[in-house]
């Protein structure tokens, strides 16, 4: 794999001088990017793959939510529908997408709406105070007040290349866009000393404010049929774990530190599972042999599946700022008291 992608460099260099004169085209007004009075805060990131947008875009909202109208817009990745969608009671994954289902889902109080045009989109969210975009610092006809861009750990954009070569989406000096920078999925007793040897690294490229955050799991396992199993119980139950993510690396050591007799069974990101799919999967469960098994995805599987498996649990996660939560905190409402 990696011989076929240092094969395609030449791709790269094309590839990265397409994204650069666009990103130079709006930087001088050739092209045009729209603007909002109300706050606008965007995150995304430079790479493909799972940075960890979703527990982020959660964390913004629960430190917002009790304050301000919220409003969430994506794009929908994944949806059979188009144009603008507004989230509900009876809206599924494939109308939506699996990520704006589960924060419609886990928020009642904010507002969850889809569109693939981000300008008309926002121009449809009057009621909200502060919109926050899902993945959407490449989405230039759009100006944000705020970006958040995010840089996982182990796979930081400073050490990457451009696609197909690397994972990048852009060059790296586009981080200079961002309002802040986080290293996610960071190891919970990561020390100064490795941090301080990281932000090196990204500040090659970035001046501004660098934070780091891992990911914190729920100690309760949730089902849909009701019930549930402390995440300390996992070692007396035999598990099919089922995953539609771009990086269940994290989850995978999380169960192994729990002692969890498991078997994976792996899907691509936002996998649409199909009936013969479904099929499998229960007939794999159906030869565990244990008195005591479950099924287990993540949240956001779960919003895919939860209506066609039944005996299914999930695991939560969130983001848990290591270092500065109170300055990170700080620059998003500060920004948002400044633009309303």
């Given at each position: ?203 090659r490229y970035y001046s501004g404010p660098i934070f780091f955050s891992t990911i914190t799991y729920a100690e309760t396992l949730q089902s849909n049929v ?19 993510i771009a990086n269940p690396t994290p989850l995978l050591n999380h169960l192994i530190n729990l002692k969890c007799n498991y078997s994976h069974v792996k ?74």
């Amino acid at each position: 794999m990696k011989l076929i992608r240092f094969l395609l460099f030449p791709f790269t260099i094309i590839y990265a001088i397409v994204t650069s004169i666009r990103n130079f085209m709006f930087d001088v007004g050739i092209f045009s990017s729209t603007s909002f009075q109300k706050p606008i805060i965007a995150v995304g990131n430079l790479s493909v793959g799972g940075t960890g947008k979703t527990p982020q875009i959660e964390y913004l909202i629960q430190l917002l939510k009790n304050s301000y109208k919220i409003a969430v817009l994506s794009r929908g990745y994944g949806r059979k529908t188009k144009g603008f969608v507004l989230a509900g009671k009876q809206k599924t994954a494939e109308q939506i997408g699996d990520e704006p289902l589960q924060f419609y889902n886990k928020f009642d109080d904010v507002i969850v709406a889809v569109d693939e045009n981000r300008v008309h989109g926002i121009t449809q969210l009057y009621e909200s105070e502060v919109v926050l975009l899902d993945d959407a610092f490449q989405h230039r006809k759009v100006k944000a007040g705020f970006y958040v861009l995010l840089t996982k750990y182990d796979e930081l954009f400073s050490n990457d290349f451009v696609l197909p070569t690397g994972n990048l989406r852009e060059r790296r000096v586009g981080v200079k866009r961002a309002d802040v920078v986080v290293v996610t999925k960071c190891p919970a007793n990561i020390d100064k000393i490795e941090q301080n040897g990281i932000e090196q690294l990204i500040r090659r490229y970035y001046s501004g404010p660098i934070f780091f955050s891992t990911i914190t799991y729920a100690e309760t396992l949730q089902s849909n049929v009701g019930k549930e199993i402390k995440t300390q119980e996992l070692n007396d139950y035999k598990v099919l774990l089922v995953t539609g993510i771009a990086n269940p690396t994290p989850l995978l050591n999380h169960l192994i530190n729990l002692k969890c007799n498991y078997s994976h069974v792996k899907f691509s990101d936002h996998h649409q599972f199909t009936e013969k799919e479904i099929g499998s999967l229960q007939q794999q469960f159906g030869m565990l042999n244990s008195e005591h098994k479950i099924i287990l995805t993540t949240e956001k599987d779960f919003v895919r599946l939860s209506g066609k498996i039944e005996n299914l649990y999930y695991v939560s996660i969130e983001t848990s700022f290591i270092n500065d939560k109170e300055n990170f905190d700080k620059l998003i409402k500060n920004y948002v008291k400044s633009g309303l």
